[in-house]
């Protein structure tokens, strides 16, 4: 039996009578079947988001076909639109410091297929993960920064993010804020995992602040990166009961958990397209 | 500015190309704006299963005249379907017994405008609750049960249900197992609340078995009624965290507002026809 | 059988060697039995916190000789200790405004004996509820507020409090945010439920902040009134899910259940004596 | 500043007054510190449990002469009891088959000092987790086991767990059923993670179970284990929704993220001796 020839259309456009059944009309005629199809017409703005997931068959016409004939679809609703091939793993480049337990999560997912990406390469301002990044066959960039040699560095990342052509660049736990360039040229492609429940606690050591804060919830948040420091839009948030007798080194522990299964949960929702941008929030098609 | 002329459309049928397109192109053809729409197609069973809201315009043929069009494309794909007003609210028979949690939570919610239902009457084996049924302007019907008058009470809870126009019958804790003759007719229209996390704890005593097992969590079921105890269609749980602490009666106590929560979403989901049967299990459209 | 003759006994002091030697040997030489006890030595503050449950038999002393002779111990250690019935229930007066979930939620477990609280009168700055409170035979004081009236209706509403011999003032949605004064006053004997995930969203309209911010994730906390608006020692929060699809409408409806029972649980909490003040914080013994 | 010299006292005996007094009182004869305690009087079997973590100072006996001095008061009231060092690191052998994610999450926290354990070795009944095992620097037991071989392959295992000095066996997915007689030896060492919510779908493919069933919360649990198959008392537990949408493929990815976090605990709470058997139940102090 042979892979089905499958793809994810994701749309924003904004809403009108008519689109779903224009869109689903032309995958019809194009005889193709729709496995999985979401939508979304959001009241306060008035964008409305799809995602579908459909299968070509021998009937169909080739897929570049079907894709010209949709621009024209697409531009009667004033659609922003992207067919990508079910099958396609996007180019991931992981930047971590030394704290491993994210990335080792996301390098064990994707070693045994459960992370439908393709770590392309792990940058990083410390040399402490190494090892562990070459057992699994991945080249690792050490690239120290100071404060003097920061703005070079920065570019040294994405020198490796493009050289790999990445598609998406995994903060997982890497201590180093990005430059407002950086952030402008990776919108919608950099996803953060913030070791607080947004917007509660952001910036430096969110654990000691919830700590002094008393909390009794404690949370992890993944996010789009934006030049606004942890305000970007979120994708995926989960949290943890926590009481008196937990000390920050506690919550630390606690927060690991949390942070791995959000960050893991963000970058297989960005890798399947179920992540479509509204402004300063995301529609996530779960 | 007048109320939208608003409907829900439900469809049920065996899962095939262009049901999608067949559906939104004909709620196009008719000027009608798409609210909401959600659909699955189920690979295990091959069943399609759709939602949709619509609202009419100006320039839409008459509701009836809708429904005769559609007919033809539902034969065609084999559909059980319905279209129901958005505005319409369910007529709701309660039968309670002495825990009446649940049932001053649904009163509460119907009194404050929470819950579009229309609470018809409130049926009891025993008297306990007549006070608050009444002070919220409810009838109520005491229907004592004997093991001698027990089916011939349940013969005065169907009147009862019937003579109300009941669409919908919630057993909110009643201690009264159904008889396999009522759970037929009543299939897909009446919600039990268990007090466990089915199907853990069956049966009566739920949270002594719980207490008795050492679980760590708990938990609170919403299921369609089926003549096989317990084993309907689940529409709703939640749980809670317990520990060696813990007594039944502590249990008791956290399971009542799972309780309460679990069915208030189960009703809230049938009556704007969220949920719609597949075999023993339910697709719930959130 | 007659009920037991039960104590509830809770101290803060500096922590020192041999702080629970004392206690626990105080009540074995008292012939008392520990039902239950809980410590805890914070490290950050060398503050230490214990609740024990105690049970005199007929051999024990007096109740009011078991006080004088505890009295010497706590000197020893600098405590600050109080021993209160076991059957003893707090003295609350309830404040609301329009919102009556909560309200609601607390007179059906007041009513059904689930809170062993005496709810001595309601106040509200609106006449809304009165006819709940008084069906449950509840005393309901209206008291209208506005900008030129508000220092007096405060005096009125510490006047009942002070009236029926109040011990604690509940929050219940009440729109009206004390003085600092009467914070002061109130302190540790004043809960609020704020419809957020403290600290996230202080002030006004949290659920439009979080339907503003697209958190995937919306909570409720019950925290002890100080004069910084919704930073006092926190003492229970719960979340639930949300995504992109909830309006805020939606979030309120969600949020609604989420305050019902983190307030119950704080109530109950508290007059089991079960809150203990560590600075901002709070030592809650579950 | 040296490590302080800490030390673990766990009690289990028939309930009674004075207890926790003589164990407090004896601790502040020799000049220890409490660093933390906990106790429960479980009142339907009148059983009590402590843990209490203390520390020596100069002034204290040494610790061989507290322990003997120890033994006359556990002797009184029937104590079962143990004194282990604060700092000692259980020995633990992991047995596993083919999926390797709680193994590469357990390796994981041990190699970064977050599991106070000394993994000892690995045994497994295939040879697929070798290289992620011997990059640790721990040995791996390729024990193959057919049904006719089964028992002595369990020999195998259990000579390779006496050989390193096992304290703990952990069945991190091992899919080998362990006979009674290994059952009984290994009572209270031996923790095993069940891909359930138990007591629901015991035995084989529980995904499968409740994707048949149609559940909406699924879960994970850490218990003990016995010889009644997933009937051994529970130590953790942990749960996550799921909806009509998950595959059984999906479950099974949900859910290995419970078995990692659930697992992990148990073995955690195991190691720093905070789980006491209460018959077929346990009790935690976390």
Chains 1, 2, 3, 4 share one sequence.
């Not at 790999?164 to 919608?188: F, H, I, K, W």
Request: hydrophobic share 40%; charged share 20%; net charge neutral.
């Amino acid at each position: 039996m042979s892979t089905p020839d499958r793809y994810i259309l994701t749309i924003t456009c904004p809403d009108a009578t008519g689109l779903v059944a224009a869109v689903s009309g032309f995958l019809r005629d194009q005889s193709c079947f729709i496995d999985e199809s979401n939508q979304y017409g959001d009241p306060s703005t008035n964008r409305f988001f799809m995602r579908a997931v459909f299968t070509r068959i021998a009937q169909s016409p080739p897929i570049d076909k079907i894709k010209a004939d949709f621009a024209a679809i697409a531009k009667t609703f004033g659609m922003s639109w992207e067919v990508t091939s079910w099958h396609h793993k996007p180019r991931v480049v992981v930047a971590v410091s030394n704290f491993g337990h994210c990335l080792n999560d996301l390098l064990h997912r994707w070693h045994t297929g459960q992370m439908a990406v393709d770590i392309a390469a792990v940058v990083s301002n410390h040399d402490t993960m190494r090892s562990l990044v070459e057992w699994h066959g991945i080249a690792y960039h050490h690239l120290p920064a100071t404060p003097t040699t920061k703005p070079a560095q920065e570019r040294q990342v994405l020198d490796v993010f493009d050289a790999v052509g990445g598609e998406l660049l995994v903060l997982a736990r890497y201590m180093q804020v990005l430059s407002a360039e950086a952030c402008d040229r990776l919108q919608g492609r950099c996803i953060n995992i913030h070791h607080s429940f947004l917007p509660s606690f952001k910036g430096a050591r969110p654990y000691q602040q919830a700590f002094e804060r008393g909390v009794k919830i404690i949370g992890a948040t993944a996010h789009y990166v934006t030049p606004n420091l942890d305000e970007g839009p979120i994708i995926e948030q989960a949290v943890e009961r926590v009481d008196h007798t937990h000390t920050v080194a506690d919550m630390v522990s606690i927060g690991r958990d949390l942070e791995n299964v959000v960050l893991a949960r963000a970058v297989r929702y960005h890798a399947q397209r179920r992540v479509l941008l509204n402004g300063s929030k995301s529609v996530v098609f779960k």
